[in-house]
């Protein structure tokens, strides 16, 4: 699996996935992610070279029918895509989902996880800015449109690394014992380790006894309830 992500920072993903089971598994080659910024195909009268050398290049511009805040244009964005689909085409048996992040689409889920890690070799992750991103990206590049929940963040950075790492959860070889994946497993938020007893400011917390039993029945029945509750 390969994610290409379009972002203005892609500074921020240097930690994580630098680090832990994403790191590892970029090391390994069982995931590869690589970035595009926008920025490199602005042209025209966007792109300013002022008399001290320096060189703007602007992304956005005002929303038609006014209202606060700045689009992200669609220019560099279809661009930056089209470079990434370019070089995808030119593998054999690619299949590409291009997907943008706004917030009143539906919900990504394990079951989108799993389905996508299946069906595609290449995933565009497009992070988007500001208020957002002229909706005509989306018409023209055909975005599967994903929401993380009912909030709006700063960009669509955080959206893309939970989207990297939940997918690749599903990639064999990712995890160390594919099968310790909570979501296949009877997994409640409650759960327990070392040691039996807890002392803390002269309270004591147990260890749920049925946890203790050995009886895997009631073990799970236990989970179950949890969960349901």
Avoid at 93 to 111: E, G
Avoid at 127 to 137: A, Q
């Amino acid at each position: 699996m390969h994610f290409h992500i379009i972002t203005l920072f892609p500074e921020m993903f240097d930690s994580y996935l630098g680090e832990s089971i994403l790191g590892r598994a970029i090391k390994e080659k069982k995931i590869s992610v690589s970035f595009v910024n926008p920025r490199k195909f602005v042209t025209g009268k966007y792109k300013k070279v002022w008399p001290d050398g320096n060189v703007s290049l602007q992304v956005d511009d005002r929303p038609y029918a006014g209202g606060p805040g700045m689009v992200m244009r669609a220019e560099p964005v279809i661009k930056a895509c089209e470079s990434i689909t370019k070089k995808i085409s030119k593998k054999k048996n690619s299949k590409i989902l291009i997907i943008n992040f706004v917030p009143s689409a539906d919900k990504f889920t394990t079951t989108l996880a799993k389905t996508f890690s299946k069906k595609y070799t290449d995933i565009i992750l497009i992070c988007g800015r500001y208020e957002g991103i002229d909706s005509r990206v989306d018409k023209i590049l055909k975005t599967k449109q994903i929401s993380i929940g009912d909030y709006v963040l700063t960009g669509g950075e955080i959206p893309a690394m939970i989207l990297i790492d939940s997918i690749s959860r599903q990639i064999k070889g990712v995890l160390g014992n594919f099968d310790s994946r909570e979501e296949e497993r009877v997994a409640s938020s409650e759960i327990y380790t070392r040691p039996e007893i807890l002392i803390h400011n002269k309270k004591t917390y147990k260890v749920p006894k049925v946890l203790l039993s050995g009886n895997h029945a009631d073990i799970e029945t236990w989970k179950q309830s949890k969960i349901n509750k």
